[in-house]
C-alpha cells in the first residue's frame, strides 16, 4: 500500500460524456502527478500539482483538466470523452516538486464505450 | 516514438533462469529509475540510479546504469514466480526544462514454477 487512494477503481461511461478521477496523496506529501497507461503509448506524464499550483504539463489534452484542493487532494477531469481515452489513469505524488521519489496510487480503470 | 525503448517487450521464462531486460534511448538522462507493476495496481519504484557505470544490487537484482547515461540494464538472478510483472524504467532528461519522468514501454516478465 502506498498511501495514495484513487477513486473510483473502475468507470464506465460512454463517448461524449464528462468524468472526474479523484486522488488523495500520501500524508504531508505536496505534489500530486497524474500519468494515463495505455497499451499502445504505455505510462504517459500528464500533469503535476505542487501545493495547488500547476507545476509542469505534460501530454495532457485541451478536453483533460486537473486541479489540486487546499486538503492537497486532487481531481483530473476528463470530458468529451472518446473511445481513446480507455485506459488506466494514475495519480503519484511526492514530497517536493522536484526529483523526489514519486509513489503511485492504484490507478482508475477507465472504459469508454 | 518512444523517447526510452525497453526490450524485449515480452519475456517468459523457467523458474531459477537468469534473464536481463533493457533500456535505451539516444537521450541522456541526469538519473534513471526502474519500477515493477503488479496487475491492479500501480508502479512500485526499485532503484534509483545517477552516475554514469553505477550499479545497485537489491537483493537478486542487478542494475546498470550506462557510462554514458544513456541507457540501462536489470538483471534477475534464479528468477521466482513472484518476479513475474511489468518492468518499467523511466528517466529524468539530463537537458532542458522537462524534469519530469519519462517511461519506457515496460518489459513483461513472466516466471513460469
Known amino acids: 500500500d502506498s498511501g495514495v487512494t484513487q477513486t473510483p477503481k473502475h468507470l464506465i461511461t460512454a463517448t461524449g460524456q464528462r468524468v472526474t478521477l479523484r486522488c488523495s496523496p500520501r500524508?504531508?506529501?505536496?505534489?500530486v502527478y497524474w500519468y494515463q497507461q495505455s497499451l499502445d503509448q504505455g505510462l504517459q506524464f500528464l500533469i503535476q500539482?505542487?501545493?495547488?499550483?500547476?507545476?509542469a504539463k505534460g501530454n495532457i489534452l485541451e478536453r483533460f483538466s486537473a486541479q489540486q484542493f487546499p486538503d492537497l487532494h486532487s481531481e483530473l477531469n476528463l470530458s468529451s470523452l472518446e473511445l481513446g481515452d480507455s485506459a488506466l489513469y494514475f495519480c503519484?505524488?511526492?514530497?517536493?516538486?522536484?526529483?523526489?521519489?514519486?509513489?503511485f496510487g492504484p490507478g482508475t480503470r477507465l472504459t469508454v464505450l | 516514438t518512444q523517447l526510452l525503448e525497453q526490450s524485449p517487450q515480452f519475456l517468459s521464462i523457467q523458474e531459477g533462469e537468469n534473464l536481463t531486460v533493457y533500456c535505451n534511448s539516444s537521450?541522456?538522462?541526469?538519473?534513471l529509475q526502474w519500477y515493477r507493476q503488479e496487475p491492479g495496481e500501480g508502479p512500485v519504484l526499485l532503484v534509483t540510479?545517477?552516475?554514469?557505470?553505477e550499479v545497485k544490487k537489491l537483493k537478486r537484482l542487478t542494475f546498470q546504469f550506462g557510462d554514458a547515461r544513456k541507457d540501462s540494464s536489470l538483471h534477475i538472478t534464479a528468477a521466482q514466480t513472484g518476479d513475474t510483472g511489468l518492468y518499467l524504467c523511466?528517466?529524468?532528461?539530463?537537458?532542458?526544462?522537462?524534469?519530469?519522468?519519462?517511461f519506457g514501454s515496460g518489459t513483461q516478465l513472466t516466471v513460469l514454477p
Open positions: 503519484a505524488s511526492s514530497v517536493g516538486a522536484g526529483n523526489n521519489e514519486q509513489f
Open positions: 500524508s504531508g506529501d505536496l505534489s
Open positions: 500539482y505542487y501545493n495547488g499550483e500547476e507545476r
Open positions: 537521450s541522456v538522462f541526469s538519473s
Open positions: 540510479v545517477v552516475t554514469g557505470g
Open positions: 523511466a528517466g529524468r532528461i539530463s537537458s532542458g526544462s522537462a524534469r519530469q519522468l519519462t
